[in-house]
Nanobody, 122 residues
Framework: QVQLVESGGGLVQAGGSLNLSCAAS????????MEWYRQAPGKQRELVAS???????NYADSVKGRFTISRDNAKNTVYLQMNSLKPEDTAVYYC????????????????WGQGTQVTVSS
């Protein structure tokens, strides 16, 4: 019922920048949570950044000061601006959203994007 479409991944040298985007479409009343996760080979998926309706952004310590999460509510889109990239940032980045489909819905539904590869060379 909801699809998350990610874009913006690619190959970049250390110190460079990338901007990821994730656009949600489908049956949406509100999107209450939008987050970015990442998963490197052989490692667990970790939360990178989060923005919640009515609250401010939150970041993992490893990316704080370098990454910025933002939302465009009119477009149901979340962005992740990544600056000063390091080789250890290399991972598949996933978009996550919790969606309220209708005004009368008693709870939200969770959705994941397909992931976009970010590779940072030294």
């Amino acid at each position: 019922q909801v699809q998350l479409v990610e874009s913006g991944g690619g190959l970049v040298q250390a110190g460079g920048s990338l901007n990821l985007s994730c656009a949600a479409s489908g049956i949406i009343f509100t999107i209450n949570v939008m987050e970015w996760y990442r998963q490197a080979p052989g490692k667990q998926r970790e939360l990178v950044a989060s923005v919640i309706s009515g609250g401010g952004p939150n970041y993992a310590d490893s990316v704080k000061g370098r990454f910025t999460i933002s939302r465009d509510n009119a477009k149901n889109t979340v962005y992740l601006q990544m600056n000063s990239l390091k080789p250890e940032d290399t991972a598949v980045y996933y978009c996550y959203a919790r969606v309220r489909p209708r005004a009368g819905s008693p709870y939200d539904y969770a959705y994941w994007g397909q992931g976009t590869q970010v590779t940072v060379s030294s």
